[in-house]
């Protein structure tokens, strides 16, 4: 609601020129859904140490939701780690510019729809 309200005071010049600038995404290519998590497990050998609460890791471990209740994911060998996270941090940065440039076209039909209606009035 708060941004609808932001870009309603904005000039229609002001709107496509902020919509242009969002256009310049990061890259796409390395882009990756899902969270990077550090991990640390238990091996289930009663006498390892592990056992007594001292668990295994650091291990890194890419978690993807594929949809209610399924979910799947990965061990990120420590080399990868870097990677995996640039990759994750894009795809949040290309999701949340897509909802932006989104806004703003909402914005800008809503306009268009408004001058629409007034010329419509007036004939």
Do not use: F
């Not at 799947?72 to 990759?87: A, F, L, M, Q, W």
């Amino acid at each position: 609601m708060k941004a609808s309200n932001e870009l309603s005071r904005l000039s229609e010049l002001a709107l496509r020129r902020r919509k242009t600038g969002l256009t310049k995404l990061p890259p796409v290519a390395g882009i990756l859904r899902g969270s990077l998590m550090e991990r640390y497990v238990t091996c289930g050998n009663p006498s390892c140490k592990c056992a007594r609460g001292e668990r295994h890791g650091l291990s890194w471990y890419l978690s993807v939701t594929l949809g209610p209740g399924r979910a799947t994911g990965s061990v990120i060998p420590e080399e990868k780690v870097d990677e995996v996270r640039g990759g994750v941090e894009n795809y949040h940065q290309v999701k949340d510019q897509l909802e932006k440039i989104s806004d703003i076209n909402r914005e800008l039909l809503r306009r268009e729809r408004s001058r629409q209606h007034k010329r419509g009035r007036k004939e």
